[in-house]
C-alpha cells in the first residue's frame, strides 16, 4: 500500500456559482460566472436552499467564520468581437487563476448588435459596482478587484482601468459605488481605433459601424471615445496594467500594445508588457508562462 498526503489548503478544488444575475434593468437579465477557491458559506448555503426549494437552513458558528472571508477577485471579461458571449467556453481557461486564491468572474455584457457603445461599458462597470455592493454574501474583498479581459475583451478591460477617475460610463446601477479597480490586464486587445480608419484587417466603416453604430460613426470624435490611450493623463490616478500580445497577431496588431504601454509609461504610470513570440490572436498564446505572469501580477497587486 502507498500512502496519499492530503493538502488541508484545498488549493486545487474550484467550484462553479452559475449564472449569477447582476442586472435585469436592461430588458434582459445579464450574469456572472463564478470560479471559486472557497465558495462562501452563506452563499452556497444560498444557492443550494434555491436548487432544492427549501427554506435556508441556519449556519453553524464555523460556516460563518469560513463565509466571512473576503477574498480577491478578478473580473473577466471574455473576447467576442463585441457581439454576443459564449459566457460558458472560456471558463476552463480562468481555472489556474481561481486556484491561485482569486474569485474569477466571468462578465456577461450586452452585445453592440443590441446596444452600441458605450453598452458594453457600462454593463462590465455595474458588475464591478454590483460585486462591491454585494461584497460580503459573495466573500470578495471590494478594494481588491481587478479587471482582466482577451481581445475585445481586452480592449473593454482597458476602458474600465482607464477611466476608474471618470464617471463618464457610469449609469444608475449601484450608484452608491464606484468602477475603479486595483489592476488591469489585457491581452491583445485594441487600445487606439485611429489606426483602423485607413488600414488593419477591419474594413472601414464596417467596424465602426458595428461598434457605435451607424449614425455615432459618422462622428470622427467617437473613435477616441472608444480609445482607451484617450483617457490616459499625467494628473490622474490609475491601476497598474500588464499587457500581453502575440507578436504574430493578424487580428489586432502588435502597435496596439505597444501604443498603449508607451501612453502609460510617458505618463508616468505602472505597466509591463510582455510580447509573446509566435503567438497569433489567442492562438498559441495561453501558456503557461502568460497565465504564471499574469497571477504572479494579481498577486502583486490584487
Partial sequence: MKILYADRSDRNYVRCVND????????????????????????AEIRAAERDGRPKRELSEAEEK?????????VYVQGSAWGKQDIYGTLPMLVDIARMGFVVASVEYRPVTME????????????????????DLYGIDPDRIAIWGCSSGGHTSLMVG??????????????????????????YGVA??????????????????????????????????ISPVTYIHPEQAYPPFLLIHGD?????????????????TECGHRADFYQVRGAGHGTAFWTKE????TGQFFKAYV
Avoid at 453598452?119 to 455592493?133: E, N, P, Q, S, W
Avoid at 493578424?250 to 498603449?260: A, D, L, R, W
Fill in 192 to 225: 487606439e481605433f485611429s489606426r483602423f480608419w485607413k488600414d488593419g484587417p477591419f474594413p472601414r466603416p464596417q467596424l465602426f459601424d458595428h461598434i457605435l453604430g451607424k449614425e455615432a460613426a459618422k462622428d470622427p470624435d467617437n473613435v477616441a471615445r
Fill in 20 to 43: 449569477v444575475v447582476y442586472d435585469t434593468s436592461k430588458g434582459i437579465p445579464l450574469h456572472l460566472q463564478m470560479l471559486y477557491p472557497q465558495v462562501p458559506s452563506e452563499l
Fill in 248 to 264: 504574430m497577431d493578424q487580428i489586432v496588431p502588435f502597435e496596439q500594445s505597444e501604443i498603449m504601454y508607451g501612453k502609460l
Fill in 66 to 74: 469560513r463565509s466571512a472571508r473576503s477574498m480577491p477577485c478578478i
Fill in 116 to 135: 452600441p457603445f458605450p453598452g458594453f461599458v457600462m454593463d462590465v462597470k455595474a458588475a464591478i459596482r454590483f460585486l462591491k455592493a454585494n461584497a
Fill in 162 to 187: 482607464s477611466t476608474g477617475w471618470t464617471k463618464e460610463f457610469d449609469d444608475d446601477r449601484y450608484p452608491e459605488q464606484d468602477s475603479s479597480v486595483a489592476a488591469c490586464v489585457a491581452y
Fill in 290 to 293: 502568460v497565465l504564471d505572469i
